[in-house]
């Protein structure tokens, strides 16, 4: 990680849309299924056994890396300019070519530039410094706020000022 007076570090990765939001240290279970991420998954776990050796691109910058980035992205197709960072945690492939993989957030990222959107988004980025924080007040906050938000989350329904 680059020091205030170098700047904010900046990095290209693959980023996989999705209408989530994921926190640095969370752990989320993901299933591939669509052909190109299926093709991106196996080259970001490059060199592991267990995965379709034919879907991997070997001369992909992002072979092997295990790392690719996560924005939200809402109903209209619009992409949140902040993400996370993801890297691949453990993967069970299935007979139909279908991946579970579970990944945890590493660190959250603001979008700079798309450097390509076919066949996945490809974005540079700029890693966000995080606030070191680490008071029993805030986590005794965000373990309240979890509390509150998860039977929300549950609810069958969208809320009418559009926040969900």
């Given amino acids: ?9 900046r990095k290209t990765l693959p980023i996989f849309p999705l209408s989530v939001v994921v926190h640095p240290h969370a752990i989320i279970p993901l299933m591939i299924f669509e052909a190109r991420y299926r093709v991106l998954f196996n080259t970001l776990l490059a060199g592991t056994e267990g995965i ?4 991997v691109q070997t001369e992909s910058p992002f072979a092997g890396a295990k ?15 902040i993400g996370t960072t993801l890297e691949v ?15 945890k957030g590493i660190e959250r ?3 700079v530039d798309v450097i390509s959107e076919k066949p996945v ?25 979890c509390t509150m938000a998860y039977p929300c989350a549950r609810l069958p329904h969208k809320w009418p000022f559009g926040c969900c």
């Fill in 67 to 81: 790392r690719f980035g996560m924005c939200f992205v809402d109903d209209r197709k619009r992409l949140c300019a």
């Fill in 121 to 145: 988004l490809i974005c540079e980025v700029e890693v966000l410094e995080e606030d070191e924080d680490n008071s029993e007040k805030v986590w005794s906050s965000a373990s309240m706020f």
């Fill in 1 to 9: 990680r680059a020091s205030a007076a170098e700047g904010p570090v």
């Fill in 109 to 111: 990222f603001r979008v």
């Fill in 89 to 103: 945690q453990d993967f069970d492939m299935q007979p139909d070519g279908r991946m579970y993989v579970t990944n």
């Fill in 52 to 55: 379709e050796d034919g879907l």
